[in-house]
């Protein structure tokens, strides 16, 4: 997930302003709320789609940006807590309008798993969810958004969802801005959202370019089918547009994809602060780690700031900052805990601590002092984080 660097629009706030003008009260951070399942739409064999009511009360804390994600919790039968993320595809409010009430959110039905699978099987409308306030940094703000702006994205599979809702704003936003999405899917029977993406061509056929590629089906006209790959994409990216005159790149879907593309841009000249990505699915494949140090202290503490408060615990042998907090902090922010989600993101104020996995932080990021309190273990005998900054 990527912060916004100078040379590209900046991360709106999502709790500036209520409806009513006044200072909106920030949303705690891993703060739940009931929602009402409004409406469950099957979007293919494996994909659906879960629109939530927000109550007026809530609707200021809902306030998203573009490409802002969900978490989402259950408890099973047997006591334990699930959680996991889903993106909201539905456009962002407007800055000086109110909260939205409603949010949609699409969930690829994942083998074995144990909330796709509730989603699919058990979830209908009427039914009450628990979910987290927005959180997320992939995202892009129309309103900051350069004149004549021409952003672009490949995406695979459910990495279309923040990017329906990132291009879908923005266009509506700017009429002056233009958008190129590049989707890789398997076949035209598995893709996520055919209608919505086709109701965007339609709206803005001038400024909102497609290009589909499917890696297991041949199409009647357009690419021919196989994978997006680094070669791939480094010769068709500057056959559809210039490539150096595009403000903004989002990259989201498999970890193989997104480094492709990454690797592709890299290839064509385009310089890194342009590019913005968000992982959706990692394979069995070497974790890209960025850490102060290379070894882990058998015992320390932590000091966490979390909504305004501090307080210092000791970290178990081989335990995360995120679990040591958790033992005495409920509220902390996190999502998969495997370091894609970046839900659990903390400022590093004092100390060295070894990261066991990184998918979700930009190197800007990491390089600023942030790290993911899931994967981060202490190497000096005290650490001090910040959920706050």
Request: charged share 25%; aromatic share 6%.
């Amino acid at each position: 997930m990527a912060v916004s660097p100078p040379s590209v629009p900046s991360v709106p706030s999502v709790s500036s302003v209520s409806a009513s003008g006044r200072p909106a009260r920030a949303p705690r951070h891993g703060a739940f709320h009931p929602l009402t399942v409004a409406a469950v739409d099957r979007l293919t064999d494996d994909a659906v789609a879960l629109t939530l009511r927000v109550p007026p009360e809530l609707r200021d804390e809902y306030r998203h940006a573009p490409g802002q994600h969900l978490t989402l919790r259950r408890s099973t039968p047997e006591g334990t807590e699930i959680r996991r993320t889903y993106s909201i595809c539905s456009p962002a409010p407007a800055a000086d309008g109110p909260g939205p009430e409603l949010l949609r959110v699409g969930v690829r039905l994942v083998e074995g798993g144990e909330f796709s699978t509730f989603a699919h099987k058990e979830v209908a409308a009427g039914d009450v969810l628990d979910v987290m306030v927005p959180a997320g940094r992939f995202v892009l703000d129309p309103v900051a958004a350069p004149a004549a702006g021409h952003y672009a994205a490949v995406v695979g599979g459910s990495g279309i969802t923040p990017v329906l809702s990132i291009a879908a704003t923005l266009l509506a936003a700017r009429p002056d801005a233009r958008f190129c999405l590049v989707r890789s899917d398997r076949t035209a029977a598995s893709t996520m959202f055919l209608d919505e993406v086709a109701d965007l061509k339609d709206r803005y056929p001038a400024r909102f370019q497609l290009v589909t590629v499917l890696s297991r089906e041949e199409q009647e006209a357009g690419l021919p089918s196989g994978r997006l790959d680094e070669d791939r994409l480094a010769a068709l990216l500057p056959a559809l547009l210039p490539v150096a005159e595009v403000t903004g790149w989002f990259l989201c879907g498999p970890y193989g994809l997104v480094q492709g593309a990454e690797r592709a841009l890299s290839s064509l000249g385009v310089v890194r602060t342009r590019v913005h990505e968000e992982v959706f699915h990692v394979e069995d494949t070497a974790p890209p780690v960025r850490a102060t140090a290379t070894a882990a202290a058998t015992h320390g503490r932590v000091t966490a700031r979390l909504d305004g408060r501090s307080g210092t615990w000791p970290v178990q042998d081989g335990e995360s900052l995120l679990d040591a907090v958790l033992r005495n902090r409920a509220d902390a922010p996190y999502a998969c805990k495997g370091g894609v989600c970046g839900t659990c993101r903390a400022f590093l104020v004092t100390g060295e601590v070894r990261m066991d996995r990184n998918f979700a932080l930009e190197a800007e990021e990491t390089e600023a002092g942030f790290v993911l309190a899931c994967q981060s273990h202490p190497v000096t005998e005290e650490v001090e984080i910040d959920f706050d900054r």
